[in-house]
């Protein structure tokens, strides 16, 4: 039963065609199941209905042509109660609804069940018989279970059979939707910096020039052949002559008596070279994977290895041919720091990573670097986004893949309309950080992404209030020298004299692994990271401190920042550890006063050390709230996971109510305290902060501009007014929309895009 299961998911992911997918699709679960009929049904949600889209049993000719809306019928039935509906004579239930146009008078029998991705319905999958039978439980079990593998093939399905076109017959697409993670918009084309060299990463696309394909797939084979020879002669002395037979069979297969004479075939179809490679290879593998014989089921392995083998080759050719666009949007899989760093400044304009979340790393890193990204969108192989016209909506999370140029020029307005906003902000970039009431506030700037950047308007800043030492740190392939990390800090210090320069600690873990310092967890997000990880490796953390007191002689700003402190006992032997660095560097330079001693703070981000507020205040000198990891930690959702993204929000009432209840017991302890995450540096969220009292706030440099101009035209004592209603939603949406309603009664909200 598993592995019909898996080849009927497997043959539909290979269709070109969604056509040919569901067609594939109906006949293969009616021969699975033995029964009678196979219908599928997809939604349409602007239409509100369900469009016949395959069948093997009713009537052909209704395909594409018979709707049953959301409501109608007992296809309507199931996708309103997102569960099976099993009868033995549906004809006799109340909400059958008659259908001429399908002819299914004869069928008495029915088993519908819904296929459901991240909570919608996309379609209702159904089987029918005469008999007048209850379906059995195995039935059942095998239709739910194909819905659920179904739905993350089908999403989407559309947009890759379109995509799928060669370039000369690319017509409007239509859009992607995924996730929010940095605002603003731009038009470039998908640039894979890193491809995935498996068959999964590629998609099916047709070419224009068959010819140039096959030279291509020749010149692969050719040095595939010749890795072959290469591999056999140094393992010629080490296997016996039958284990070396091995990569005879090899060169045989690639052949054009053999495999390379079917890809030929499927190259002269109009396929591509990387598409045709994988519809053969993985048409062969699945015939041997379903042999009894457990030798020629091991033959599947040999077809998919030589296979890889010739793909990774095939790619090779193409990154070295490809030339970078001039408008890059930068995809990959999950985008790190590195990648960024390939890509000339003045070419990136947006970020598309399929993994990931509102504010997962690469979300961070984009918005400090001021260009819009979408995360979370997997429904496109990897290498499908390679030279696709992309429009990247970084305010509604869309993606609009190869739109027509008059789409292009809407959202080139828009980018001008946004272009006038930023240079209205910028005009009172040099004012002071005030309200209209005369309330002053502290705007610091979260640095250590990209320093050349960030420290360009540091005269209209009061400082940094986070740094992240971590960057350095995942950007070499060791551990930075204590020397190098001395220089780095000095400069960043020297970018803001008599301005407190707050340096974070190393926090690595979770989704900021180090390449040299692999950690493989289960659970990353509560496993070893931050404190942990460093208080476990005191000479890191020796070193680093060390390298900051340093770095501080003579300029006399630094703070240091503690990172995921969840217990006083890391407090204190972090403390320890400082006193201890001190003694050392002091000892080095033996002059009495040359190393002052830093003051030293403690992230808010784990709930626990909340509840330990008091104590804290006694230990350090002041406190800064992380509202990015207190978020995730408060609502138990990872937000770099996709699927649990739309549960991550900072302006859940629980996150709200805790923040308001931290800045209260702060003010009662004269405990100074800070924002650094995320929520500071947003409009909406900045000005409930103020309300609940805070004053010192660090957001990344690019919305510094915008906040500040913000704040001069609001009033805390109508902030303060509005607070308990704030605080008196009971969800994220409505939180938003009064704060939204007070901006707009302020006339406010049409320049900010809250």
Request: hydrophobic residues 40%.
């Amino acid at each position: 039963m598993l592995g019909q299961l898996r080849r009927i998911v497997q043959d539909v992911a290979q269709e070109p065609s969604l056509a040919s997918a569901l067609a594939g699709l109906v006949s293969n679960v009616k021969n699975a199941l033995h029964t009678e009929c196979c219908s599928v049904y997809l939604a349409d949600y602007q239409q509100q209905h369900f469009m016949l889209m395959a069948t093997d049993g009713l009537n052909p000719d209704a395909i594409g042509k018979v709707a049953i809306g959301f409501s109608e019928g007992l296809i309507g039935w199931v996708g309103q109660r997102e569960e099976p509906i099993n009868l033995a004579e549906a004809h006799l239930h109340p909400r059958f609804k008659v259908t001429p146009e399908v002819s299914e008078d004869c069928f008495s029998a029915f088993l519908g069940c819904p296929i459901i991705h991240h909570r919608k319905v996309l379609g209702v999958l159904t089987i029918q018989q005469s008999a007048s039978r209850v379906f059995s439980e195995d039935e059942e079990s095998f239709l739910v279970t194909l819905g659920v593998q179904l739905a993350s093939v089908l999403v989407n399905a559309e947009m890759r059979q379109l995509t799928s076109q060669s370039p000369n017959q690319h017509v409007h697409v239509g859009q992607l939707q995924g996730l929010i993670g940095a605002p603003g918009i731009a038009i470039g084309e998908g640039f894979v910096l890193q491809p995935a060299s498996d068959f999964d990463a590629i998609s099916l696309q047709k070419t224009d020039d068959p010819e140039r394909e096959l030279s291509r797939f020749y010149r692969a084979v050719k040095v595939t052949k010749a890795e072959f020879n290469r591999l056999a002669e140094r393992m010629s002395g080490h296997l016996p002559p039958d284990a070396l037979a091995i990569f005879d069979v090899y060169h045989q297969l690639l052949d054009a008596a053999s495999l390379g004479h079917e890809i030929e075939a499927q190259i002269a179809e109009g396929w591509c070279a990387k598409s045709a490679l994988k519809r053969v290879v993985e048409k062969f593998a699945r015939q041997f994977d379903d042999m009894d014989d457990a030798y020629l089921r091991e033959r599947g392995t040999d077809i998919r290895d030589l296979g890889q083998r010739v793909l990774n080759h095939l790619l090779d050719t193409e990154q070295r041919h490809y030339k970078l666009p001039e408008h890059v949007v930068l995809v990959a899989d999950n985008v790190t720091a590195s990648m960024l760093a390939e890509i000339p400044r003045a070419q990136l304009v947006a970020i598309v990573s399929l993994k990931g979340s509102v504010n997962s790393h690469a979300a961070i890193m984009a918005r400090a670097l001021g260009i819009p990204a979408v995360m979370g969108v997997d429904e496109l192989p990897l290498m499908q986004w390679q030279g696709q016209r992309l429009i990247v909506d970084g305010y509604q999370g869309n993606i609009l893949v190869s739109p027509a140029d008059a789409i292009c020029h809407e959202y080139q307005q828009l980018m001008n309309k946004d272009a006038e906003l930023n240079a209205r902000y910028q005009a009172e970039l040099h004012l002071p950080a005030q309200s209209a009431c005369g309330a002053r506030f502290k705007l610091m700037v979260n640095s250590g992404l990209a320093i050349e950047l960030e420290t360009t308007q540091s005269d209209f800043t009061d400082g940094v209030g986070l740094y992240r030492t971590e960057f350095p740190f995942i950007m070499r392939s060791r551990f930075p020298t204590e020397q190098e990390q001395t220089e780095l800090y000095r400069k960043v210090m020297q970018s803001y004299p008599e301005k407190p320069v707050v340096m974070r600690t190393l926090d690595v873990g979770g989704d900021k692994p180090l390449p040299y310092f692999p950690i493989s967890e289960e659970n990353p997000f509560l496993g070893w990271r931050g404190i942990r990880l460093t208080l476990d490796h005191p000479e890191i953390f020796l070193v680093q401190i060390r390298a900051m007191l340093k770095a501080n002689i003579g300029v006399g700003n630094l703070h240091i920042l503690l990172p995921m402190i969840s217990d006083l006992s890391e407090v204190d032997e972090s403390l320890r550890l400082i006193r201890q660095a001190w003694f050392e560097v002091d000892d080095e330079f033996n002059k009495e006063g040359i190393v002052p001693k830093p003051k030293v703070g403690v992230m808010i981000e784990v709930p626990s050390i909340m509840y330990q507020l008091s104590e804290l205040a006694n230990k350090v000198d002041f406190c800064s709230v992380g509202t990015n990891d207190l978020t995730q930690y408060l609502l138990a959702v990872d937000r770099n996971n996709p699927r649990v993204g739309n549960l991550y929000d900072a302006l859940h009432p629980a996150v709200l109510r805790a923040l308001n209840q931290l800045g209260q017991q702060c003010q009662a302890l004269q405990f100074p305290a800070s924002i650094c995450g995320e929520l500071a540096g947003e409009p909406i969220g900045i000005l409930i902060l103020i309300a609940m009292g805070f004053r010192r706030f660090s957001m990344n440099h690019r919305n510094l501009a915008k906040i500040k101009w913000l704040l001069r035209r609001i009033d805390i004592s109508e902030l303060k007014l509005l607070l308990p209603e704030i605080l008196a939603c009971q969800s994220p949406k409505q939180v938003r929309l009064q704060v939204q309603r007070f901006l707009d009664q302020k006339k406010l909200l049409n320049q900010l895009r809250a």
